[in-house]
Nanobody, 126 residues
């Protein structure tokens, strides 16, 4: 059973940085894409970034491009989201997700992901 556990969230001021981690277990993940989504209060869950486990191809939402970086550590089975120059509009619950078919395409839609973490709060104050 695939499990995804997020860590690293918290409360920061605008302009600060945070690094989220997602520890993945229960599969080899070599055919997967791992992604980050976020959901603000009253809003739909939206795509943030994703990385193909094999090869490391990445994809970002326009709203975070140039500020956020997704990476993975194969040895630790962990995916990271480095978030720099945070803005109040980045405030949301951030979810790690795994797409079992991600070796072919990197999905940006919620329905394309098969497994989800429990989510972690990121709050950016102005």
């Amino acid at each position: 059973q695939v499990q995804l556990v997020e860590s690293g969230g918290g409360l920061v001021q605008a302009g600060a940085s945070l690094r989220l981690s997602c520890a993945a277990s229960g599969s080899s993940f070599r055919n997967y894409a791992l992604g980050w989504f976020r959901q603000a209060p009253g809003m739909e869950r939206e795509f943030v970034a994703a990385i193909r486990w094999t090869g490391g191809s990445t994809y970002y939402a326009n709203s975070v491009k140039g500020r956020f970086t997704i990476s993975r550590d194969n040895a630790k089975n962990t995916v990271y989201l480095q978030m720099n120059s945070l803005k109040p509009e980045d405030t949301a619950v951030y979810y790690c997700a795994a797409d079992a078919g991600g070796i072919f395409t990197i999905g940006t839609q919620v329905y394309e992901y098969d497994y989800w973490g429990q989510g972690i709060q990121v709050t950016v104050s102005s």
